[in-house]
């Protein structure tokens, strides 16, 4: 298997005796060159061709009849699942299109949509956090050459440690991290690709895992370094997943926090009918245009809900730093690029389980309204024994990086103390 697709080779039938020049079985060309395929033969009222049948075509008929029941079966599934994915859609868009819409009556000021910002907070500007700067990616063959906003501090101080945030955030949720490690890390912060100041291409296929995946490596390379320590939370996470499958040698060690690999959330999700209820938000995202009208109506209230919630958000986000993630958003296009991410998730349905063998430590919140505990459990499964490390956090939520910042920088201080030994 190569690459998540059977890759058949005809063997090789050794020839009883050599080809003579009027053989029909092959050809010798003239300087000793390879095997031509044998010329037609004309019938005898040369009213047709008949091309003589080649050694080793009969085996690849065989193998196309053997192959085609489970052919129809993947596009059959691949049918079920998409018809499963559109309903889903349309149940979850009356959802929160009611919501949207009791936000704009229960608030009339603020109008039916969202008004960008035409100033960034103050919070965004915070010398402690790192300097401002933006990555070109033209490192690898296969690069976009996009560019990507980023803030980096503590550069010659040790390590490289990446971070990858998730949905509805921004670079600025690792505030706290950035402060932490700077002192021993060259701590670098992204906006990914369609987020805040990053370049954000409008097309749909620029978002698939293949280009995020060189988007990660072109930033890693790009900044001098031959390996990283990866650090991910929710979409962050699941990126990082995938990269270290994709380019393992380039992850030295990888925190995980609040987010599983795709094709573990895809084989729980079908298990678990509970976890399609709590990830409902993806089907919606699934539809155009759709999703960036209802989350910003009422002046964003559905992402203001997300993000402050008392039980499901983070409550201690001040307005300022609450501005920090609406002041990206409301520009214009601002909800696109980080919603195409989502409508990447069923392409490649389904995924094939993979070993995981990268150094990791995982974190989870108990209490993540978002991803089941279940999920834990699932993850550990796909790991090479004694390569994962994994911490719950009893009453955490989903957004342990900004609620919960103390505990997750002993779990990694602990982690990665043998690096700095």
């Not at 050599?18 to 044998?38: F, I, N, R, V």
């Not at 993806?282 to 993000?307: A, H, V």
Request: overall charge neutral; hydrophobic content about 40%; glycine content about 8%.
């Amino acid at each position: 298997m190569c690459a998540g697709s059977f890759c058949l080779s005809r063997p090789s039938v050794p020839s009883a005796r050599p080809a003579s020049p009027d053989s029909t079985e092959g050809h010798q060309a003239k300087g000793g060159g390879p095997l031509q395929p044998p010329p037609p033969v004309h019938s005898p009222d040369h009213s047709a061709v008949i091309v003589p049948e080649r050694r080793g075509d009969m085996p690849e008929l065989v193998v196309t009849a053997l192959l085609a029941p489970s052919r129809l079966t993947l596009k059959l599934l691949r049918a079920f699942m998409w018809s499963f994915v559109y309903c889903a859609a349309g149940l979850t868009a009356a959802v929160y299109g009611c919501i949207a819409l009791t936000n704009v009556l229960c608030r009339p000021r603020r109008g039916c949509c969202g008004q960008p910002r035409c100033a960034a907070p103050a919070c965004l500007k915070d010398p402690t956090l790192g300097e401002h700067d933006f990555l070109s990616l033209r490192v690898s063959a296969g690069s976009s050459g996009l560019r990507l906003h980023s803030v980096s501090a503590g550069r010659g101080n040790g390590p490289l440690m990446l971070f990858l945030h998730g949905f509805p955030e921004n670079w600025f949720s690792w505030r706290y991290q950035l402060r932490e490690f700077q002192t021993r890390f060259h701590v670098v912060a992204v906006d990914l690709r369609g987020y805040g100041p990053s370049d954000a291409p409008k097309d749909v296929d620029c978002y698939t895992t293949d280009l995020l995946m060189a988007d990660i490596q072109d930033i890693i390379l790009g900044l001098g370094y031959s390996k990283c320590i990866l650090v991910g939370h929710d979409w962050g996470a699941v990126l990082a997943w995938n990269f270290s499958i994709y380019f393992p040698s380039l992850v030295e060690r990888m925190v995980v926090v609040s987010g599983p690999p795709m094709s573990v959330y895809q084989d729980y999700s079908i298990r678990h009918i509970g976890q399609f209820f709590r990830s409902n938000y993806m089907f919606l995202f699934q539809l155009p245009w759709l999703p960036e009208k209802l989350l910003s109506m009422s002046d964003f209230q559905i992402l203001k809900t997300t993000l402050t919630h008392r039980k499901r958000g983070i409550p201690h986000l001040t307005p300022d730093e609450l501005e920090a993630f609406l002041y990206d958003f409301s520009q214009p296009r601002g909800l696109s690029g980080p919603i195409n991410y989502y409508r990447n998730i069923f392409r490649n349905f389904p995924l094939e389980p993979q070993e995981l063998a990268t150094p990791t430590l995982l974190l989870w919140g108990e209490k993540d309204p978002y991803f089941e505990l279940g999920l834990v459990r699932a993850i550990g499964s796909r790991f090479v024994p004694g390569r994962l490390e994994t911490h719950i956090l009893p009453d955490a939520g989903h957004w342990i990086p900004q609620t919960h910042p103390k505990e997750m920088h002993q779990y990694m201080w602990a982690f990665l103390q043998d690096l700095l030994d």
